[in-house]
């Protein structure tokens, strides 16, 4: 039995190799970029949907107005030349001559002003809100010249125009429609979409005609193809026999394992996702009215070892989490919010004060990252909370908790790669259909955060809500991501701390 | 079969038979030399003790997860310790503990659930075979169409609609398994009805509920009971494969087949994580088949070949 172990992994390597013929389907031989994800975006329409995969493929296939330079920290001109703020609630941008969508018409001010304007109308349904709720209206004011009014002044905007803001062509869009658009989206990023099959995946083509000078910089894959693997298993055996050439997400057991497979290359990184416990604090759900009292909140936040899950789960530069959001975006600070450490003698005090000394039975949700929703319930499991964990997919579990039917909520937001704490704390507190706090204060707070251009004020009413958020235990933060990427070594691809691989910038070796 | 004439010996042996060999005694010769019986009983008896003692011999509490000692390989891997025989899970948890544990609900799902199918199935069959004409009629046309429900399929879609919990797989199970039960008691049924101690027990003025419970059922129960070990193993290994599924038992609960779920993604660098319950499965399933067969072969010795 001994010995059992290694024969297994030579079995292994065996059929790899047996099956290495396999992988002249992908990789460089045909140019071709196979990478594999869990979750596939409902709408590959990027303000439809509000998954990562769907934010990957809007920055291949879609220009921003305005580029973050992650290296330096600096806004680059990318659609637009340049911008000024007439006041803190107008911004004037120029935009950019000789830019074509896929399809050769060009892009004006016109598709601007469009995107803009059709992305604020309620009846857009734009998924994620906060990413468009702070523009009022756009217009345009001369030949390349566009001013965008603000709700209120938002200093944030910037970011979020470099950010999930992207430029649709109108002519396209008003012809197709979102549906049309959907299946067959225009843009003018590097990457043009040449198939969307729902249930499968999507099939890019290498933008030629791509403009040059961008930050973006050329693409150099010729052909991109996501492809939708929803068990991690299946995504780990597809890049061992070289189905697919590029996964994440990989577990940290296995990444170190993946580490000893010849031609993979494995790489860790930290990402701005952030794992949290989203708590039915008004007891909407049933069975949730014990969460309704602040004392089994905390409880709950006492009992978790997140120190333990972070060193020997998650790891991979992953950090500790106490406040509702990542904790280097603009605003987003753990000063004077409570810290809730593992304490289960602590957390049962607590519970009993509030009236449940035997603990009680609740419904517990997740939709990633299994393992780590099992290890939280385990921890609630010895408070004397019986968490019944429900794993499903996303789309349906998020409709279930804006319906109000989820009492304890495995959540994970990255923010759309925003490096600013607004992403986060509006996307979950500010009275939108996922919060499930609802709490007028701290919507209040949050608005008057959002729209304070004053650096320090702003800064002190984020603190003020996140402090709030804390003492309430609203939700339960965890702690930060960190991805294990593993792909084959042919390629040369690095990773960027907010989560976006950028395919456009890898290279074959 | 042979037309040698009987020895003197066999002559003598049939003008004395062994003085008080009861049926009860007969069956029990015949059991302990079927060696199939004896395995399958053998290894059941010994995997009951282990989930009944499970409380006392299991050296760690199933639930209690130590992140910093997971993925402990079992003893007789380089790496492995005696304080964690069988190693530990993905969250840390003793896999000995689980696996003992694991019995338990392995167990608990095929006892209750044969209880109730079987229950369900014996009525049937009994009022089938016993009435016959319209009442048989349409508890078969029941029966065919149950049969045409594969029974994974609809498993599946009833734990999707009402959820999934323990109580939920048995009620499920329960309530789909009891199609053999109701076949084999109707034939055997039929066969008995035909009897002549039940046309003198009709003739004594016997009750139809006192001639089916007190002279049918206990003349139909070998068959009766090889039927329910048999579709014990079934829904054993339907639990396991609806919680692989995730749609079983849920989790913390050590169900055998959620700890091989819980397995497969270390399925190609630690296979021992799915390797250990997946064996303990085969061989509760391969006990209790052995254990049905065996039974089959020492109640009905006239069907032996």
């Known amino acids: 039995m001994a010995h059992f172990k290694s024969h297994l992994s030579r079995v292994l390597a065996a059929l790899a190799l047996a099956a290495a013929p396999a992988s002249a389907f992908a990789g460089k031989a045909n ?58 609630q107008t911004l004037d941008l120029t935009i950019r001559k000789g830019v074509t969508f896929h399809n050769g018409d060009p892009l004006t001010a016109d598709d601007v002003v469009f995107t803009l304007n059709w992305a604020v109308k309620p009846e857009s349904k734009v998924v994620t809100k906060q990413n468009v709720a702070w523009i009022k209206s756009a217009e345009k004011i001369g030949d390349d010249k566009v001013r965008i009014h603000l709700v209120g002044p938002f200093p944030a905007a910037i970011e979020y125009l470099s950010g999930p803001v992207v430029i649709y062509p109108k002519a396209y869009f008003e012809k197709v429609g979102l549906d049309g658009f959907a299946k067959a989206p225009i843009g003018s990023g590097p990457y043009k979409v040449t198939s969307v099959v729902p249930g499968k995946g999507v099939k ?17 894959l010729g052909k991109l193809e996501f492809r939708l693997i929803p068990d991690p ?93 990542f904790i280097d975006q603009f605003g987003c600070t753990d000063k004077g919010v409570p810290r809730y450490d593992y304490d289960p003698a602590k957390a049962k005090k607590l519970l009993a004060e509030a009236g449940y000394p035997d603990g009680f039975a609740i419904e517990f949700y997740a939709y990633r990252e299994r393992e780590y929703a099992e290890a939280v319930v385990g921890y609630l499991r010895a408070i004397g909370i019986k968490a019944n964990l429900n794993y499903m997919k996303y789309a349906a579990l998020r409709e279930l908790a804006r319906a109000g039917k989820v009492p304890i909520f495995y959540q994970t937001w990255a923010s759309f790669s925003v490096a600013d704490a607004s992403a ?76 976006l691989p950028r395919f456009f910038q890898a290279k074959w070796k | 079969m042979t037309d040698i004439a009987p020895s003197a010996a066999d002559a003598a042996a049939l ?28 290894i059941l008896f010994i995997i009951v003790a282990m989930a009944l003692a499970a409380p006392l011999i299991a050296p760690h509490d199933p639930y209690a997860q130590d992140l910093s000692r997971r993925m402990i390989p079992p003893v007789w891997q380089v790496k492995g310790n005696w304080d964690y025989i069988l190693g530990t899970d993905k969250l840390g948890r003793d896999y000995l503990s689980r696996l003992l544990y694991g019995a338990r609900i392995s167990l608990l799902i095929g006892t209750v659930t044969v209880l109730i199918s079987g229950t369900i199935g014996t009525l049937m069959g009994v009022c089938a075979g016993y009435f016959g004409g319209k009442v048989d009629a349409v508890l078969s046309y029941i029966v065919t169409t149950r049969l045409a429900l594969p029974v994974v399929l609809v498993a599946l879609a009833s734990a999707a609609l009402v959820g999934s919990s323990l109580h939920g797989v048995i009620i499920v199970l329960g309530l789909l398994l009891w199609d053999r039960f109701a076949v084999v008691t109707r034939s055997a049924t039929q066969q008995v009805a035909g009897g002549d101690y039940i046309a003198a027990a009709k003739a004594i003025g016997c009750s139809t509920p006192r001639l089916i419970l007190s002279e049918i059922l206990p003349n139909i129960l070998n068959p009766l009971i090889v039927v329910a070990t048999l579709e014990m193993a079934h829904a054993i290994l339907l639990e396991a494969a609806l919680s692989f599924l995730g749609l ?39 006990a209790i088949n052995l254990l049905g067969d065996g039974l089959r072969d020492v109640t009905a010795p006239e069907n032996r070949n």
């Open chain 1, 204 to 220: 890019m083509e290498k933008n030629t005609n791509y403009w040059k000078g961008s930050p973006l910089g050329t693409p150099s």
């Open chain 2, 15 to 42: 003008d004395t038979p062994p003085p008080r060999r009861s049926p009860g005694l007969a069956l029990l010769r015949r059991s302990l030399r079927h060696g199939g019986l004896l395995v399958g009983g053998g």
């Open chain 1, 424 to 499: 986060f704390t509006g996307a979950w507190f500010k009275g939108d259909e996922d919060d499930l706090t609802r709490d007028p204060k701290l919507t209040q707070l949050l608005k008057t955060a959002d729209t304070t251009v004053e650096t320090d004020a702003r800064l002190k009413t984020y603190e003020e809500a996140l402090k709030l958020v804390g003492e309430n235990a609203y939700v339960v933060p965890l702690f930060s991501y960190s991805t294990n990427y593993a792909f084959t070594n042919e390629l040369s691809f690095s990773a960027q701390p907010d989560e």
């Open chain 1, 31 to 88: 140019d071709t970029l196979t990478y594999a994800s869990d979750v596939e975006p409902e709408n590959v329409g990027p303000y439809h949907n509000n998954v990562r995969e769907g934010v990957i493929i809007a920055r291949h296939v879609f220009d921003n107005l305005i580029f973050h330079d992650l290296k330096t920290g600096k806004y680059e001109p990318q659609l637009a030349t340049e911008w000024t703020w007439t006041d803190p």
């Open chain 2, 248 to 286: 079983g038992v849920q989790p913390p609960l050590p169900s055998w087949g959620l700890m091989i779920a819980e397995g497969k993604q270390y399925m190609f660098f630690s296979p021992w994580v799915i390797a250990i319950p997946a064996v303990a499965l085969v061989f509760l399933v391969l």
């Open chain 1, 233 to 325: 298993e299946t995504q780990v055996a597809e890049l061992m026999t070289g189905g697919v050439d590029w996964i994440w997400r990989v577990p940290a057991d296995q990444a170190k394992q993946l580490e000893s497979v010849p031609n993979l290359s494995v790489l860790a990184a930290e990402t701005m996702r952030v794992g949290f416990l989203q708590l039915d604090a008004q007891g909407r759900a049933p069975g949730s009215a014990p969460l309704k009292d602040v004392r089994v909140r905390q409880a709950i936040a006492h009992a978790i070892d997140r120190k333990a899950m972070v060193d020997n789960l998650v790891r991979g530069g992953a950090r500790l989490m106490n406040s509702a959001c």
